[in-house]
Nanobody, 127 residues
Framework: QVQLVESGGGLAQAGGSLRLSCAAS????????MGWFRQVPGKEREFVAGISRSGGSTSYADSVKGRFTISRDNAKNMVYLQMNSLNAEDTAVYYC????????????????????WGQGTQVTVSS
């Protein structure tokens, strides 16, 4: 089992940056593909970015491509989401998630692929 704790959310101005962090418990972190999702009240949770268990493959939603970067440090059991050029549409609760992965380069964008979820961290972008 994996426990996930997000941090780094807060208030940012449009055009600014934030870096989200997700700390994972357990000794098998390197066997999980990781992802970031976000949710706005009244809307479904949506995929933002994913990374393979090796870190060698990544995937992004079109809305964040070129602005957000997902990375991981398996030695520290951490995954990060660097968010640049933020805009008001990025305002949401951001969730870190872990997916059991049998293949080193698999990246998952479907919410149903993920087994473990963090509690979420609020990101608010003021325009």
């Amino acid at each position: 089992q994996v426990q996930l704790v997000e941090s780094g959310g807060g208030l940012a101005q449009a055009g600014g940056s934030l870096r989200l962090s997700c700390a994972a418990s357990g000794r098998t972190f390197g066997t999980y593909a990781m992802g970031w999702f976000r949710q706005v009240p009244g809307k479904e949770r949506e995929f933002v970015a994913g990374i393979s268990r090796s870190g060698g493959s990544t995937s992004y939603a079109d809305s964040v491509k070129g602005r957000f970067t997902i990375s991981r440090d398996n030695a520290k059991n951490m995954v990060y989401l660097q968010m640049n050029s933020l805009n008001a549409e990025d305002t949401a609760v951001y969730y870190c998630a872990a997916a059991v992965s049998n293949y080193g380069f698999s990246v998952y964008s479907r919410e149903a692929s993920y087994t473990y979820w963090g509690q979420g961290t609020q990101v608010t972008v003021s325009s």
